[in-house]
């Protein structure tokens, strides 16, 4: 069983959001959003998305976010306090399993990073076009695991590290690569696919992108690797100047038929 259902903190996804700000805006973009429009984020986080998609449509528009975490929605609700858009940014708790949204009610619809934290993720994608109004747009963004590389010697470990972490930490760490089949399942129209790498050449930027501690942890305690192991593995980390690490992101956009 994964030891982690989705629940990562704040911190970490403004870190993450800071990495793939030019995606984020990409994503806006195949959400073909307008002035007016009624839009929905599903597992919205701490509002990363909501506010800036509240400043693309507008007053006359209207932004609602979803999230299972309490925690999450408090934090976004005082984020659209904020930003002074709260009167037509609304967060609300919700499971993507079962949206709290009449069917057809939205312009375009996005989710991003949550499918890899879902048991049944074609239910979620059910869910979403269920509420989204035909003709409208769907954007969903997820990683493939399964595609992070780290430049080492110990390529071994490297594997050994990377199979562990998708069996551990997602309920589906290979999401990204399953969005294609979920739109193409659900007979989209407008198919298109865009794959947004990510790289980074700071080693401490990269553990914690990939929650590499706690990771490294786990894998120790459940004897995935040993002490000696671990320490070999750890020196990559340890080469400032020459650390090399990317991953690809998955973004499918469509239109409901
Ligand atoms: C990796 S975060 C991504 C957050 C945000 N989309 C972003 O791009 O920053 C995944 C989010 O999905 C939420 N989540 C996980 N399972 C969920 C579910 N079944 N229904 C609604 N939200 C869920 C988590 O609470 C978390 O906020």
Redesign the pocket.
């Known amino acids: 069983m994964p030891i982690s259902k989705?629940?990562?903190d704040q911190e970490y996804?403004q870190l993450?959001?800071q990495t793939v700000a030019r995606y984020k805006q990409s994503s806006y973009n195949y959400m073909r959003l307008q002035n007016g429009d009624t839009v929905l984020?599903?597992?919205?986080?701490p509002g990363?998305?909501t506010i800036p998609m509240a400043q693309i449509v507008g007053r006359g528009g209207h932004v609602f976010g979803?999230?299972?975490?309490e925690e999450?929605v408090a934090k976004a609700v005082a984020a659209a306090e904020q930003a002074g858009v709260n009167t037509f940014v609304e967060h609300k708790k919700?499971?993507?399993?079962s949206l709290p949204f009449e069917s057809n009610c939205f312009d375009a619809c996005r989710s991003?990073?949550?499918f890899q934290?879902?048991s049944d993720p074609g239910k979620a994608f059910a869910e979403i076009l269920r509420v989204t109004k035909i003709d409208g747009w769907v954007v969903v963004l997820d990683t493939d695991w399964s595609t992070l590389s780290i430049d080492t010697a110990e390529v071994d470990l490297e594997q050994r590290f990377k199979n562990f972490r998708i069996a551990q930490f997602h309920q589906n760490g290979y999401s990204g690569r399953q969005l294609y089949r979920l739109f193409k399942q659900q007979n989209l129209s407008e198919i298109s696919v865009e794959i947004y790498p990510i790289f980074v050449t700071n080693p401490t930027l990269a553990r914690q992108i990939a929650v590499l501690d706690e990771v490294e942890q786990n894998a120790l305690s459940k004897g995935i690797i040993s002490e000696a192991e671990l320490n070999r593995w750890q020196m990559v980390f340890k080469s400032d100047a020459t650390f090399f690490g990317s991953l690809n992101l998955v973004q499918v956009s469509g239109r409901k038929a």
Do not use: P, S
């Open positions: 989705g629940f990562v996804l993450v959001a984020d599903v597992g919205c986080g990363t998305d979803i999230d299972y975490d999450m919700g499971d993507a399993f991003e990073r949550l934290h879902l």
